[in-house]
């Protein structure tokens, strides 16, 4: 009979304690992967009239201050990025017909959009300065201006500023040539030239003359247009730019190009 109880109670032991045991849980299934962002592939086109923003250098690669702009700005938005060299009217057409998105190369928004097309927020404006002769204290404000002759080619932005400012007196010549010859014969005291063409001519032996005046001018009426890039006309597109652009301004990028390539600062 005690054997008997004994089974009995062995047997609901064991009964009791396989129910307390749990069967192992099946592990969830994983959740699917999330799909990869297509990778953003950009044709960039750039015109080569401005040799500072955009050039081939002798081996052919092409250099500047907006290719490396453009680089930047791939590497930013991690873009796959292919930049050709094209002429200024060819520029305007492949963005017009939608067939590259974006260009670049000192383009200034004062002759553009074409048609189809939109300009990204500026990068920067360049400033002017009264070129004089090495040695001449000249002050490029109204009181140093005063009583002092300016010379300008006939037609120009800043030629009609300075008129209409009345800060000098202005002596009008038909080309810039013919500008840079009066400086240098010391028929006026100062010239004001575009800043662009001016570093360049100063850069090189027959600017060896001459100097730039302080402070810049930086004016509007005087400075003209600013610089940007061209897009095709595409809402996300100019979105994703400018927020790129923004990043590149604000970690300081687009100043340190600037210093790297440009003998003036953008205001």
Same mark, same amino acid.
């Given at each position: 009979?005690?054997?008997?109880?004994?089974?009995?109670?062995?047997?609901?032991?064991?009964?009791?304690?396989?129910?307390?045991?749990? /069967?192992?849980?099946?592990?969830?299934?994983?959740?699917?992967?999330?799909?990869? /962002?297509?990778?953003?592939?950009?044709?960039?086109?750039?015109?080569?009239?401005?040799?500072?923003?955009?050039?081939?250098?002798?081996?052919?690669?092409?250099?500047?201050?907006?290719?490396?702009?453009?680089?930047?700005?791939?590497?930013?938005?991690?873009?796959?990025?292919?930049? &050709?060299?094209?002429?200024?009217?060819?520029?305007?057409?492949?963005?017009?017909?939608?067939?590259?998105?974006?260009?670049?190369?000192?383009?200034?928004?004062?002759?553009?959009?074409? &048609?189809?097309?939109?300009?990204?927020?500026?990068?920067?404006?360049?400033?002017?300065?009264?070129?004089?002769?090495?040695?001449?204290?000249?002050?490029?404000?109204?009181?140093?201006?005063?009583?002092?002759?300016?010379?300008?080619?006939?037609?120009?932005?800043?030629?009609?500023?300075?008129?209409?400012?009345?800060?000098?007196?202005?002596? &009008?010549?038909?080309?810039?040539? &013919?500008?840079?010859?009066?400086?240098?014969?010391?028929?006026?005291?100062?010239?004001?030239?575009?800043?662009?063409?001016?570093?360049?001519?100063?850069?090189?032996?027959?600017?060896?003359?001459?100097?730039?005046?302080?402070?810049?001018?930086?004016?509007?009426?005087?400075?003209?247009?600013?610089?940007?890039?061209?897009?095709?006309?595409?809402?996300?597109?100019?979105?994703?730019?400018?927020?790129?652009?923004?990043?590149?301004?604000?970690?300081?990028?687009?100043?340190?190009?600037?210093?790297?390539?440009?003998?003036?600062?953008?205001?």
């Amino acid at each position: 009979m005690r054997s008997i109880l004994a089974v009995l109670l062995v047997l609901i032991a064991t009964s009791a304690s396989a129910q307390q045991v749990k /069967p192992p849980q099946t592990p969830p299934a994983p959740a699917p992967a999330a799909p990869l /962002p297509q990778a953003v592939r950009l044709k960039v086109i750039v015109d080569l009239s401005e040799p500072l923003f955009a050039k081939r250098s002798p081996e052919g690669k092409l250099v500047g201050f907006d290719i490396d702009l453009l680089n930047a700005l791939c590497s930013r938005l991690k873009a796959d990025c292919i930049i &050709e060299a094209v002429d200024w009217d060819d520029l305007r057409a492949d963005i017009a017909a939608g067939k590259a998105d974006l260009a670049g190369g000192g383009i200034r928004t004062g002759s553009l959009p074409a &048609e189809r097309s939109v300009f990204a927020a500026p990068y920067g404006r360049v400033p002017l300065a009264i070129v004089v002769r090495k040695g001449t204290k000249l002050e490029a404000t109204p009181a140093g201006l005063k009583d002092k002759r300016i010379a300008v080619q006939r037609s120009t932005r800043w030629g009609q500023w300075m008129k209409q400012s009345g800060i000098a007196t202005v002596v &009008e010549f038909e080309t810039p040539e &013919e500008v840079k010859a009066a400086l240098i014969a010391e028929k006026v005291d100062g010239a004001l030239i575009d800043r662009i063409s001016t570093a360049s001519w100063l850069a090189g032996p027959a600017g060896a003359c001459c100097e730039m005046a302080k402070p810049e001018i930086r004016e509007p009426d005087a400075t003209g247009p600013n610089l940007a890039l061209l897009l095709r006309s595409d809402i996300k597109l100019k979105e994703m730019i400018e927020k790129a652009m923004t990043g590149l301004r604000s970690d300081g990028t687009i100043q340190k190009l600037v210093a790297k390539h440009l003998p003036f600062p953008l205001i």
